[in-house]
């Protein structure tokens, strides 16, 4: 159940600078769970002390926020994409 | 001189060098611009901002520049229209529009913060600058970059309205449609920016880019005799502007140019995309992201990236935040145009009717001064109000043939008796 993990710069100095990486699990939460542990420190900086969701990131499964899935809980599969990005983009 | 002190996370604090870096690397909090307060105080006077060209840089102690403007130097310093005809049909006693449909060059707000960004791209030596945009900003930096020469990319959803498509592409910069809304745009361009390292005005260069939105709040104040307005209604999309409003009124009163007094700021949306009034109407400082559908395409932003600091902006000034429907929307757009002469995108419209709904409510008193914000022009948006404008009636040129249309019609057709000013 390897799913790629994309890793925004920021991120990048906990995974020896790796931009994507491949991580088992069938849900959101089991793959940052995963993450920390193949990269430990990460799952602090995706998540806030409650294990929720940091208001300045998103993540997305196949380009889809998980806030329109299943939040933490939205199931992955095989091949599929998530995307950590920083909230603080945009304009017009 | 510079004032810039440096940048600083708005959440934990982190300091950073200048640089283009939009997000702090320990909390993702975003990044803004920090300035010795002091010394602008000392440097800055009414007299002389007020003896300065009539462009945005007439504020640049308080702008993130080092060198001299490259750029925008006939954008900004918009007129503040007094609203007499639109006052009185809302029943109110002081009302003023704020009308960047009329600035320079492409007709929007959004020539303020490229105004900024693409001057700071260049100071930091940067040969590519792009955006993620619902058209107004796409429109704003290919202008910008023609003029400054430079490479230009932008990134827009496939479904915007031909004017703002056109708007951009007569630039020539290499424009690229996403499959999508605004909101898939913008996730595709962080992840761009990450990736080619070119200036992204609304991403690496946020921060700088942010700070060009206060020129609109200096503007109003300076424009009202050097005060705050009592009550300004300001449309969210990104959630860019009316943060930075509010940091400009404070910013005034820290520097010693308007006095201190009490100014309530209020956000408007579409019904069809009001995460942020949505939030506000429920107390929370917690967005739940929406999928947009509305009319209001430049203001179509289902996940609004500086939301919060909307929420927090309204709250501490003590105003609130109203969502009308598409039909208010129109209704809007022809309201000012029919009552002021100015014709705005559906995103004016909707700040027009919010502004409308505001005062029905009682939330704005009737007798306060109030600012009304039209960010954007509606030439643009012909596609919003089209369906509603009657086909012109031809007849051959001949006077009979006008007499007679004349005499079909009755009563001429006058919008209103005429009013001085």
């Known amino acids: ?92 | 001189m510079s004032f810039v002190t440096g940048l600083k996370c708005r959440e934990c604090g982190e300091s950073y060098e200048i640089a283009a870096l939009n997000v702090c690397e320990y909390c993702f909090g975003p990044l803004e611009v920090q300035y010795d307060y002091a010394g602008i105080k000392a440097a800055v006077s009414r007299e002389t901002i007020e003896a300065r060209p009539q462009n945005l840089w007439r504020y640049r102690e308080l702008l993130p520049i080092e060198t001299e403007p490259r750029i925008g130097l006939y954008s900004g310093y918009t007129p503040l229209v007094k609203a007499e005809r639109l006052a009185a049909e809302l029943g109110v006693d002081e009302l003023y529009v704020k009308d960047d449909s009329v600035n320079h060059p492409t007709f929007s707000y959004k020539d303020r913060v490229v105004s900024v960004a693409i001057t700071k791209a260049i100071e930091l030596g940067f040969d590519t600058v792009s955006c993620a945009s619902t058209g107004n900003l796409a429109n704003s930096v290919s202008a910008h970059a023609a003029r400054a020469g430079l490479r230009c990319f932008i990134f827009i959803p496939d479904n915007l309205e031909q004017g703002k498509v056109i708007g951009s592409g007569i630039y020539k910069p290499t424009t690229v449609a996403i499959s999508g809304n605004y909101d898939d745009v913008n996730r595709l361009c962080t992840e761009i920016a990450d990736k080619y390292k070119w200036a992204f005005v609304n991403i690496n260069l946020r921060p700088f880019y942010t700070e060009g939105a206060k020129t609109y709040g200096f503007e109003v104040a300076e424009q009202l005799g050097w005060k705050l307005p009592q009550h300004m209604v300001i449309p969210t999309a990104g959630g860019t502007i009316l943060p930075k409003v509010a940091k400009a009124f404070e910013e005034l009163i820290d520097v010693g140019l308007v006095d201190a007094a009490p100014s309530r700021i209020y956000s408007a949306q579409a019904g069809g995309c009001a995460p942020v009034v949505n939030a506000i109407h429920r107390k929370s400082d917690l967005i739940e992201p929406v999928k947009p559908n509305t009319i209001a395409k430049s203001i179509a932003i289902g996940n609004p990236a500086d939301g919060y600091y909307v929420i927090k902006a309204v709250e501490k000034s003590g105003g609130w935040g109203e969502s009308v429907t598409d039909d208010e929307i129109i209704a809007g757009i022809h309201l000012l145009a029919r009552t002021e002469g100015i014709f705005t995108e559906p995103a004016g419209g909707t700040t027009v009717a919010v502004t409308k709904k505001l005062i029905e409510q009682g939330r704005i008193p009737r007798d306060e001064s109030i600012v009304i914000s039209v960010t954007g022009n509606g030439y643009k948006t012909i596609e919003a109000v089209a369906p509603g404008i009657p086909k012109p009636q031809v007849i051959p040129a001949k006077l009979s043939d006008f007499d007679a249309l004349y005499e079909a019609a009755g009563e001429p057709p006058l919008s209103d008796k005429a009013v001085n000013g």
């Open chain 1, 1 to 92: 159940m390897a799913v790629q993990v994309r890793i925004p710069t920021p991120l990048r100095k906990f995974t020896d600078g790796r931009d994507t990486v491949e991580i088992d699990g069938d849900s959101v939460s089991a793959i940052i769970a995963n993450l920390d542990v193949k990269y430990p420190g990460l799952k602090d900086r995706i998540c806030d002390e409650d294990g929720s969701v940091r208001r300045f990131v998103n993540l997305y499964v196949n380009g889809d926020d998980i806030r329109f899935l299943d939040n933490l809980t939205s199931a992955v599969k095989e091949g599929d994409e998530i995307s950590i990005v920083p909230a603080i983009a945009g304009g017009r």
